[in-house]
């Protein structure tokens, strides 16, 4: 069983409605959870972190954190073309001051159709 | 703000040839550094992090090396490449007490 898991797509859906993307995770003691966005041939860039069980909402972006079900999701409402992009799921097991071991996903891509 | 950089963008190396890429960050001070690997179609692999000058850590065992000459300067090295080595190197950096890494462009590596 792979640590961080993400079904890799394509999912596809049309501009203007709502892309859900889910990641689920073994490590049951795992503390911190990240999305990143990549575009095709460029460096992740972070969308959003979440460390408590619940829904975190950033503009168009919503993270949410279900740590009894080892699963943590991000939805984009209104999505554009410009959402297209790769998402990777990140999971820190231990958050500590000796550097912090990020385990990824293997990503979702995201394809929003005008 | 904080800005990190690496260079080169792109490389084409022949097997058997070494390697040095090189990572900075501008705008903090005691960053913890970290270099990933993102083969072809792959997830990001953690490679090495660094908690301080001359502190290196090692997550996987291969001919890549990691140094960390200053605070904010980090090192990738192999001293012979293998084919498999080819990927997209990124470097990321995140403070000390936080857990939220940004990284760096990266550097595209093919090695023939």
């Known amino acids: 069983q792979k640590e961080v898991e993400q079904n890799s797509g394509p999912l596809s859906v049309p501009e203007g409605a709502i892309a859900s993307l889910n990641c689920t995770y073994s490590d049951r003691g795992s503390q911190s959870f990240f999305w990143y966005r990549q575009y095709s041939g460029k460096s992740p860039e972070l969308i959003m972190f979440?460390?408590?069980?619940g829904d975190k909402e950033d503009g168009r972006f919503t993270a949410q954190l279900n740590k009894a079900s080892q699963y943590v999701s991000l939805l984009i409402r209104d999505s554009q073309p410009s959402d297209s992009a790769t998402y990777l799921c990140?999971?820190?097991?231990?958050?500590?001051?000796?550097?912090?071991?990020?385990?990824f996903g293997g990503g979702t891509r995201l394809m929003v159709k005008p | 703000s904080q800005t990190i950089h690496q260079w080169p963008a792109t490389l084409v190396q022949p097997v058997g040839s070494p390697l040095s890429l090189e990572c900075t960050v501008e705008?903090?001070?005691?960053?913890?550094l970290y270099w990933y690997r993102q083969a072809a179609g792959r997830g990001l692999q953690l490679l090495f992090y660094?908690?301080?000058?001359?502190?290196i850590s090692s997550e996987v065992p291969q001919n890549l090396s990691a140094s960390r000459p200053q605070d904010r300067q980090f090192i990738l090295s192999s001293k012979k490449l293998l084919l498999s080595d080819s990927g997209f190197y990124l470097c990321a950096w995140d403070r000390s007490g936080t857990d939220t890494q940004y990284f760096g462009p990266g550097t595209r590596l093919t090695v023939l």
């Open positions: 705008g903090t001070s005691n960053p913890n």
């Open positions: 990140a999971v820190n097991r231990y958050p500590n001051n000796a550097g912090n071991m990020l385990t």
């Open positions: 660094s908690v301080g000058i001359g502190q």
């Open positions: 979440i460390y408590s069980n």
